[in-house]
């Protein structure tokens, strides 16, 4: 089968580059599948961060760079350009409305020729995370060719209802190699970053902004901190926002040697070692969709405290592999901080973790594929 992914590729970095890799190589075991990719994807005024490519600038294999966000000419070439490889198959993924006006015009412009029910999109969010006025338009410009449709989360699915009466949709988490095995030794690293075995480790990782909440994980983590001298707090991730309000917060409360803060975007190995290190992850997001992040620690069998926002409650299941916190209640989180180090509630939430990792393979995510594909 000819097999068109429509995404992000390296050296472009990010969450929905890395899905977009995983999800060619697995394809490829059987398939023949060629990339199509963005030559120019967001402009400097409009991107918060320091950079969107890798510090490795080489190109994805069997990946042609050819779109532009902004030039609608690219989007005729790509289009021409695939309509004649006749695939069986195009599948896009979509993100952020921003890019729903290239992305929808390629899918319009191939739909005039191919079979429309062959022609999916993946949708990892629906709506933004920070809206803007013109985001309703753009995702119903984007939405309005495709019948077909991949989501992380049931609550992405149901966001889509406000702007499409008729679809056809599965809902499969963000997958990871459920066989991987680290090569890494959790003590070694932990001397490597200069943490003794003693120490316990609170972890918060992505990108800072402002919807993730870092202000509620601060203050609702800042009492804990200071009566347990083993157990520190790492935030981790590239700041897309002024961090000085954070950095107050834990000036305010004299925690500055219990909270290491790594101001860069991180690399894979650098995620991993994270998490191989951290006892628990931390997600007091104020709003959500679903989040890459939640996949990682269950690759790496890592309990999780969330907020109870966005699709956090479908793969986070309380008392189980985590804890969901209500109402973005600080002391809610601070008491569920207490009761996991009091307990033996990492254990068994580890073996929860590793007895249903099965949920976020990448054989049951593309069984959803085949599961659109063979719909009439």
Known sequence: MKIILISPSPPL????????????HKLSEKHDVEIFSFNYLYPKFFFPGKSQTSSKKDKFKNTHYTISSINPISWIKTSNKIKKMNPDVVIFSFWNPFIGLSLGSIAKLLARNMNKKKIISICHN????????????LVKFYTNTFDKFIFMSSFVENE????????????RFLPFDIQYKTSYDKIKIAKEMGFSSKDRIILFTGLIRPYKGVDNLLLGTKTFLK??????????????????????????NGIEDKVIWIDKFLTHSEIEKLMIISDVLILPYKSASQSGIVSKAWEYNLPIIANNVGGFSECIINGKSGYIVENN?????????????????????????????HKFSWEYYISGIWELINES
């Not at 970095?13 to 060619?24: A, E, K």
């Not at 629906?126 to 338009?137: G, L, M, R, T, V």
């Not at 406000?162 to 056809?168: A, I, L, S, V, Y």
């Open 329 to 357: 209640s600080i002391t809610t989180l601070e008491e569920k901080v207490n009761t996991y180090f009091n307990s033996n509630d990492k254990n068994e939430m580890t073996k929860f973790i590793l007895s249903n990792k």
């Open 227 to 252: 009566k347990n001298k083993n157990h520190k707090l790492i935030i981790a991730g590239e700041a897309y926002e002024d961090t000085e309000k954070y950095k107050s917060i834990i000036r305010k």
């Open 126 to 137: 629906i709506k933004p995370h920070e809206p803007s006025w013109f985001d309703k338009k």
């Open 160 to 171: 889509l209802n406000e702007f499409k009466n008729k679809f056809k949709s599965v809902v």
């Open 13 to 24: 970095r990010g969450g929905i580059s890395d899905h977009n890799i995983g999800l060619y």
